[in-house]
């Protein structure tokens, strides 16, 4: 199972056809929003193309530890502010709480930044420290416009999967 982290970039509208692609790959979707996200996209949107219900909050439910263990932690889109948090650890939403949690268990991290071009300048330093500690893997966004895009769906996907073949190992 994939666990979607989906957060509030603008891009959080591409999440939902990720979702669905991963689904006709016969992947098993379960989505965490952050609040930002949920301004963008509805939840709904995000469990009607998982077939999940979706985690907004954290519950008595330990949400946090029960997805932390699976196959992807993957977080598409990534914004500046996520990265930053893994990056230091700080655990204060439902997203950030389940990524160092998945650290912990050394769950396979993958993230997907999608920014304005100069956000990812400035975070440029934390992304090199998350890489540094081995604790997570990017994908390289799309550079156009002055902004980090979110990248093709299908780059997505190949490297979730990537990431997935390379822990069963």
Do not use: W
Request: glycine fraction near 4%; include cysteine.
């Amino acid at each position: 199972m994939i666990v979607l982290c989906v957060t509030g970039s603008v891009a959080a509208s591409e999440s939902i056809k990720l979702a669905r692609e991963f689904k006709r790959q016969g992947i098993d979707v379960k989505c965490f929003m952050s609040e930002a996200a949920c301004d963008i996209i509805h939840p709904n949107s995000m469990e009607f193309a998982t077939g999940r219900e979706v985690v907004t909050k954290l519950t008595g439910d330990i949400e946090h530890v029960k997805y932390s263990k699976e196959d992807l932690i993957l977080v598409a889109p990534a914004t500046a502010n996520t990265i930053s948090k893994f990056a230091h650890k700080i655990a204060d939403n439902p997203i950030s709480t389940l990524l160092i949690t998945a650290y912990g268990h050394n769950t396979p991290i993958l993230f997907v930044p999608s920014m304005h071009d100069s956000m990812f300048k400035a975070i440029g330093e934390n992304i090199e420290k998350i890489k540094d500690e081995g604790s997570a893997t990017f994908i390289n966004p799309k550079r156009a416009e002055g902004k980090a895009k979110f990248p093709n769906k299908d780059d997505i996907v190949l490297e979730s999967l990537r990431c997935i073949n390379l822990n069963k190992k």
